[in-house]
């Protein structure tokens, strides 16, 4: 439904009673028209909401090009040993990039700063892994660039792959549980993409008393990213929203060569914590790949 005429699209947020209700309506520009794309309802008087024409809600701001600036987190800027030779992986193979270790006193500030209407929700997380998930969607949409957790070896430039859409994430392919499909291992975007508010609009809206299941993967990390990415895609179809290039899930082969759920991608090559393990005889099996993650970045 179009509800008006602009240049930027916003992310509106407000209360609309003596209860707190927190109505979330995520904007995308197609054609200078402004389209609703869903609104989302909850009861909380503890998510302090502002103003939808701050600055720090704006989803465009004219550029559809990846950045080339690298993002990884960690508790605080002493990387153990193993996570450092990845990261100089990185280094090696973009010289000329920008490249961010983000430590968890960092991500507090840019959620204060960027995100003040995010704020109550993210303290509300109880497990450093719900924050960690989190603030790498604000990564994605404050900077844009790339982010890949520390257990990611580079194997070859990301360059060209880059000019292949505005956001590219991952998949790990027909063997991988469906709602897991989708991790948030490696994303890349253009700043300020609107997919990243149907993220923040589904985080705002969980539940987090009902704790069951896969719930910090449902809450904030892949099974919520896999659901954003169906409800982005099933708006765009409804409404005709168009993008150039837009968001592009890559071939499993490019970025997830080893997928934590299927066996036969298990090589024994690839086993990181062997005392004979050889990063030469693991990349052998992955001509075509541009990373790959060994599956030893554990919650913390």
């Known amino acids: 439904m179009a509800i008006g005429k602009a240049q930027v699209c916003a992310f509106g947020l407000g209360l609309v009673s ?3 209700i927190v109505v979330i309506v995520v904007c995308l520009k197609s054609n200078s028209t402004v389209w609703a794309i869903g609104s989302i309802s909850k ?13 720090g809600h704006q989803v465009l701001n004219g550029t559809n090009e990846i950045p ?4 990884q987190s960690w508790v605080n800027s002493s990387v153990p040993k193993h996570y450092s030779a990845w990261r100089q992986s990185w280094v090696k193979n973009h010289r000329h990039w920008e490249f961010k270790l983000w430590t968890d006193a960092d991500n507090d500030a840019l959620v204060r700063q960027y995100m003040p209407w995010f704020l109550a929700r ?4 109880d497990e450093p892994v719900m924050r960690a998930d989190a603030v790498r969607y604000l990564y994605m949409h404050k900077y844009g660039g790339v982010y890949v957790d520390l257990d990611f070896e580079s194997l070859k430039p990301l360059d060209t792959l880059l000019e292949d859409g505005q956001v590219l994430l991952g998949t790990l392919g027909r063997n991988a549980p469906p709602e897991h499909s989708i991790p948030n291992s490696f994303m890349a975007s253009a700043p300020g993409h609107p997919f990243w508010m149907f993220c ?3 985080m705002l809206s969980a539940n987090l008393a009902n704790r069951v299941g896969s719930f910090v993967e449902t809450v904030t990390g892949p ?7 169906d409800e982005y895609t099933r708006r765009q179809e409804q409404d005709s929203v168009t993008n150039d290039g837009d968001v592009v899930v890559l071939p499993q082969e490019l970025v997830y060569p080893i997928v934590w759920s299927d066996p036969m991608t298990h090589y024994p090559d690839c086993n990181w914590g062997a005392s004979d393990f050889s990063s030469d005889a693991c990349h052998r099996h992955f001509e075509d790949a541009y ?8 919650w913390r």
Not at 43 to 55: G, Y
Not at 223 to 229: G, R, T, V
């Open 18 to 20: 003596a209860v707190s």
């Open 200 to 202: 923040f609009a589904k």
């Open 68 to 71: 080339h600036i690298l993002h």
């Open 291 to 298: 990373a790959v993650t060994y599956w030893a970045h554990g």
């Open 43 to 55: 009861t909380s008087t503890l998510i302090r909401i502002r103003d939808a024409a701050d600055e």
């Open 122 to 125: 993210y303290e509300e997380y």
């Open 223 to 229: 099974i919520m990213l896999k659901q954003a990415l």
